[in-house]
């Protein structure tokens, strides 16, 4: 069965501190995958999703940046962090091909960053 | 453009009783539509889905929804609440694009169930 973690699940992050937050999918290959993230009262926003190895896609513009240096792992990646990129983080993947996708999205445990 | 309207950021139901959450959306194309539930500090785990075939969807739990075109929702009910139920609440549209299934949110709903 397939199954997705990211880690770490909490983190506390000074201001202007570096970012790596790690998803890896196992179970399935060649998978969409996605970054999330929830604010309060704000719903789920998509940052960044890939269809395949080196290939992002950014949803918004941000402080964030994203890699997928192998098929089933995703990155998200930040050089100095800002107060307004506190929140949690969701790592998300997807059946690609089309005539079995329906974007039905598989998640992750979510990572809780905080920034002071 | 796809969007999803959820009304009622926060819903309260007495244990025992219905539960009744509102889902619309707005799509161009016959859309794939879902129902997620967030545990609190957790990750989204799958309701339901409605993929075009029966319009009455059975889910997890006991909960399952209508899809009703003519009036673009997609709502969620429960016939009796359980204090398990107590969590947040997504509802999500999805349309291809590109070369994926884009997946767009509703802001969600908070069930509490009162004892």
């Known amino acids: 069965s397939q199954t997705i973690h990211q880690w770490p699940a909490t983190l506390v992050q000074p201001v202007g501190s570096p970012l790596s937050l790690e998803c890896t999918v196992e179970?399935?290959?060649?998978?969409?995958l996605y970054w999330y993230r929830q604010a309060a009262g704000r719903g789920l926003q998509l940052l960044f999703y890939?269809?395949?190895?080196?290939?992002i896609s950014s949803e918004v513009p941000q402080n964030l940046s994203a890699s997928r240096p192998q098929d089933r792992q995703f990155i998200l990646s930040s050089k100095k962090l800002l107060l307004s990129d506190s929140g949690f983080y969701l790592c998300a993947w997807s059946v690609k091909e089309a005539g079995a996708s329906t974007g039905e999205l598989f998640f992750g445990e979510g990572s809780r960053l905080t920034v002071l | 453009a796809q969007s999803v309207t959820q009304l009622g950021s926060h819903v309260s139901v007495s244990e025992g009783a219905l539960v009744l959450l509102r889902c619309n959306y707005s799509s161009s194309v016959p859309p794939y539509l879902f129902w997620y539930v967030q545990y609190p500090n957790q990750g989204l785990q799958l309701l339901l889905k409605?993929?075009?075939?029966?319009?009455l969807v059975k889910g997890i739990n006991g909960f399952e929804a209508e899809f009703k075109k003519s009036e673009t929702s997609f709502h969620l009910t429960k016939p009796s609440a359980h204090m398990s139920d107590a969590a947040e609440y997504f509802c999500a549209v999805s349309e291809r694009s590109g070369g994926y299934q884009k997946v767009t949110f509703g802001t969600g709903t908070k069930l509490q169930v009162i004892p």
């Open positions: 409605y993929t075009s075939a029966a319009t």
């Open positions: 179970g399935t290959s060649n998978p969409n």
């Open positions: 890939s269809v395949g190895i080196g290939q």
